[in-house]
């Protein structure tokens, strides 16, 4: 049996309430090592060509990788699989906090949710064993409320938890799982699906967990952060996720009302330093974590309490400038509505931008938005629309559709304005100034995403080009606006990490690096693992994928973009430019040469058989 | 500048005797890396499209890895690489011994040889000058009398030297270079092309040498193979190379009159264990290396000396169980005269093997042979045909030519019993026991050829899965007659780690295995150097030579195997089975889809650029 895992993956049908606790061998653990591999796994051979994401054949997958729950900084992150509402393909969605490495503790590696229960519940995960019960006093109730209660019907304070508030249960396309009030599974609408299960929460307590394969090792690199993490990751830990966000409107890359230009006038009130200056009143930090890069604030006059944590960059981009919105203080109320619903935040800051967008060219009314006045800059009515998100009233009830649906039903020309890829609505990086993290929107497996996906930035001199060289590639650096194949070769290899990173447990803004991570699973896990092997893990998985989607009618014409995104951005600067239509075709063709896909981005036989999951060529008739 | 490397490259056109220095970046460095490497970029980039091989435009390049020379066991190797004469593609020949690590302490990486001297010349290379001298006089001499000869007139008894002797001279089309007098860069027919430019040799003498980035880190490796190379390879120690002969033979693998069977009722005759009771009278080694699996002979009644050493497995089998020879003593004095007079062993082996069968089978008669008895098994007819290849007299005139020349020039159905690809002739490797092995001749650039390969054993339980899964692969245990998916994972990226092996000169029987290597790389050139580098290069490698073999029309038509490996072998023994076609060109095709090539065989521009090497799909026009 592999360590770092605890070699038991729980099974829980809804439907009948049975409970298995399930065993899988070696070649299993260290074939798909974890998180996004157990995910693709069991969707994969599990859910039916076809299934309906809302329905009972939809599988819930809360997996962590081998270094979850290990003692050392970022190991306390987990994953939150299922197809996913808003794409109709592989949906996942990771967070950080304490409950997965409060899960791995409990003895499990996996929790595979099946069916529909009659009626809300929850499920209680402690050493080893595992209980479906009762949630109908939960039902309705926000995170916060539904955790103290279940803290309380338990009798155990420390008890960690992944919720779904009233967004989820409202069957929201983009809701979320709420780790820990404040940690967010927050893409491809897991909490929608969890709602659709009728399951309120995961519970989650254990004083076990997993042997690690040389603890010392572990402690090694451990010690390594503690000594050095002002050095490396100070930014983070000062400022949090949104210390950049000042620069990036200077540079014409911060998503401003509904991607129409990348300069939003009021930058200065949201971004990190600032909300250090006001609203902040602690710095946390997820399991084991000394970086400390999560927000807690507090506004008093808005009722945001600390225990809903604090905006991250995604937020205070998506709420705040995406809207035109530059009050902090909203923001953060907007976040803390968004954790206390289990909605994503991205997705509803992009939604209401899109609202507003389509509500100031006259294609919605103030008919439509129940008196609302929807325009760019309306701190009130960003709150107000996210309210009737989480309860589909009003104008809620079509926006909580995602935009792609919402667009469609607006028609006349409102799909222009849908910023989104597959269905999945665009997080806060601008593909004008990110072009390759542009071209990523369009080829990831789970529409426009953030996490599958690379930084232009790491294409500079420095450490990134270091990187880049130890991953054997002879580049130059390269610009930002540059999407030909040197860069390509460099997105092919680096989203096969990033890939590999939503495997392992890890948190991604870690300073870890090719050899400490390759140390770090060889201390979990005891096995000879080789910088060769994560690579190799993380290819399988962009092609087990693609294969998945491809089941599922996903192909090469939905690796699109919005026309926008081919237009000259508002607020033009030095540093931004159209893409180019024809070179971000030819950036995909690349990308599916080199990952060795047809033409069409279809995986060949050899190309999964090689990476050792042939049986996917089979279900995809390759 | 790298460390590791001198930073130097020796230019020498024998045509006008210019000679140059030349300087690369630190990119052309990191991306060729050395040996293979550097031979690859140059006779790409100047030996013209249809180039004779034995011309003037060809180049003859001696190079060297970042480890050649360094303190540490194994890297005394170096290449030789040439446009071949025998197969009209990619030529490339490694060697241990003492002559690479000297010319690296001389102060050059490499030295590309151009043009043709008018008259016999040799090269004189020695801390960081070189000279072209005048070798008329030594032309004719074996190996051992022209080194005698370049020490006395240059006064250093220590200087060390690569050689051609009359095989080389008489444009042997099977020439090899001669290190040391007994370390031979066999194979692709190298020392014909020496001869073909009138040059009879190299000697080097050099007390500098590169900077090394890490000297404690390669010694904490050196002190552990000293510590270690008993309990690792004690084997090679004890019985070098032919160590494993008689239990080759045992399982029906052991090349038996020309590949007619695998069981050779001598083998206990020839093996290391009787080598080693009998004629044996040294081990030696190579620069710096702890293992001495060079074998020293000596024989009076036949004049073995132990200055040519002794003979090598391949040699063994070559001239031995391969021709029915089971006369230890013969074999040794065959082996010193392919040495004296640099000729390749496996091939002379095998050509003699050949018109042995064409004999027996009535294609060639006595008459042919000047009156020789070329019967299997007789061993003087074998060193009586051996000698007269070398001087290209009678029937040698025709055998020099290689066995696929020769056996068309001989018709009558010859052509079936020539064990070669792309007209390089079989190592002694079955491929009815190694299908993989088997496989890897038909697709090797350098046509049938073992240093461009797997071993099928390392598909075994133990250190060889280990091996695999620290490849990221998800295979079991495989048979050696499988050559389905599984084990072609196995062998596209063994035979990427192999080609690696040949840009780095360092010995591939050292038992360094992945991680070692890493460090080892790091520890020469301090480059932030990676498993995933590393095998990129050698992918890099193996992809550009493809293209270079495109370029001079060498085709998937070309990835050929004999007939009679499809055919049962004699002798047959539950480990032995024919290869079948059906499973062959699957195999094939496999290789060529993983490794991002067209299914005939050509690579994909995007997998060229992917490699850094765009500039060869211009060459090729894909």
């Not at 290990?70 to 950080?96: C, D, H, M, N, Q």
Request: charge should be neutral.
């Amino acid at each position: 049996m592999p360590k770092g895992h605890n070699g038991k993956i729980l099974r829980v049908n809804l439907s009948n309430g049975r409970i298995a606790k399930e065993e899988y061998d070696e070649t299993f653990y260290r074939t798909y090592y974890g998180g996004r591999g157990f995910n693709a796994y069991f969707l994969f051979k599990e859910v039916p060509v076809g299934a309906d994401p809302m329905g009972p054949e939809n599988r819930l997958v809360f997996s962590l990788g081998p270094l979850t729950g290990a003692p050392i900084s970022g190991s306390g992150r987990s994953s939150v699989g299922a197809k996913s509402p808003l794409t109709g393909g592989y949906g996942e969605a990771e967070a950080g906090g304490f409950f997965g490495a409060e899960l791995k503790h409990a003895g499990f590696d996996a929790i595979v949710v099946e069916g529909k229960a009659a009626k809300p519940v929850y499920l209680w995960v402690h050493d080893g064993e595992a209980e479906v019960r009762d949630a109908s006093k939960l039902w309705g109730m926000n995170t916060l409320e539904s955790q103290e209660a279940i803290r309380s019907e338990l009798g155990d304070g420390r008890i960690r938890t992944a919720q779904i508030g009233p967004g989820g249960e409202n069957l929201v396309r983009f809701a979320c799982v709420i780790n820990d009030l404040k940690h967010a599974a927050g893409r491809c609408g897991m909490g929608a699906v969890m709602g659709s299960k009728n399951l309120k929460a995961v519970a989650a307590r254990g004083r076990g967990g997993p042997e690690w394969a040389d603890p010392e090792l572990i402690r090694k690199h451990a010690k390594w952060i503690a000594d050095n993490f002002m050095q490396v990751s100070g930014g983070m830990h000062n400022l949090g996720t949104s210390g950049g966000l000042i620069d990036l409107s200077k540079n014409g890359g911060l998503p401003t009302r509904n991607f129409q230009t990348g300069v939003f006038e009021h930058a200065e009130a949201i971004t990190g330093q600032t909300m250090a200056d006001t609203i902040l009143v602690g710095r946390e930090n997820c399991y084991a974590c000394v970086i400390r890069c999560k927000r807690a604030v507090k506004v008093d006059e808005l009722g945001v309490i600390p225990e809903y944590g604090g905006p991250e960059y995604e937020t205070m981009a998506a709420l705040g400038s995406d809207c035109g919105v530059g009050d902090l203080k909203a923001i953060a109320k907007g976040n803390q509505l968004c954790n206390a619903y289990s909605l994503d935040t991205i997705a509803t800051g992009n939604v209401i931008a899109f609202a507003m967008e389509c509500y100031e060219r006259g294609l919605l009314t103030r008919e439509d938005t129940g008196g609302i006045d929807l325009r760019f800059g309306n701190a009130e009515a960003m709150l107000a629309v996210l309210e009737k998100i989480a309860r589909r009233e009003g104008i809620g009830g079509l926006l909580a559709e995602g935009v792609a649906r919402a667009a469609k039903k607006i028609g006349k020309g409102a799909e222009e304005l849908a910023m989104h890829v597959k269905g999945q609505e665009f997080p806060m990086h601008e593909p004008r100034i990110k072009q390759g993290l542009g071209v990523g929107y369009s080829l990831s497996p789970t529409g426009a995403d953030h996490c599958h996906n690379i930084h232009d930035t790491t294409m500079r001199p420095g450490p990134g080009m270091d990187r880049i060289r130890a991953m054997g590639l002879n580049i130059p650096p390269l610009a930002f606006n540059d999407i030909g194949p040197d860069k390509m070769s460099y997105y092919t290899h680096a989203v096969n990490w990033s890939s590999f990173g939503n495997c392992i447990g890890m948190c991604l803004f870690l300073p870890w690096g090719f050899d400490r991570t390759v140390e770090l699973v060889r201390g979990a896990t005891g096995w000879n693992a080789t910088l060769f092997e994560l690579m190799k893990v993380g290819e399988r998985m962009n092609s087990l994928l693609r294969a998945y989607n491809v089941r599922e009618g996903i192909t090469a014409k939905d690796d699109t973009l919005p026309k926008r995104m081919f237009q000259q951005i508002g607020d033009p600067l030095p540093t931004t430019a159209p893409l180019k239509e024809k070179e971000w075709q030819a950036a995909k063709q690349f990308y599916y040469a080199v990952m060795g896909w047809s033409s069409d981005g279809v995986p060949t036989r050899a190309k999964l058989q090689e990476l050792g999951v042939g049986w996917a060529a089979d279900a995809i008739g390759v």
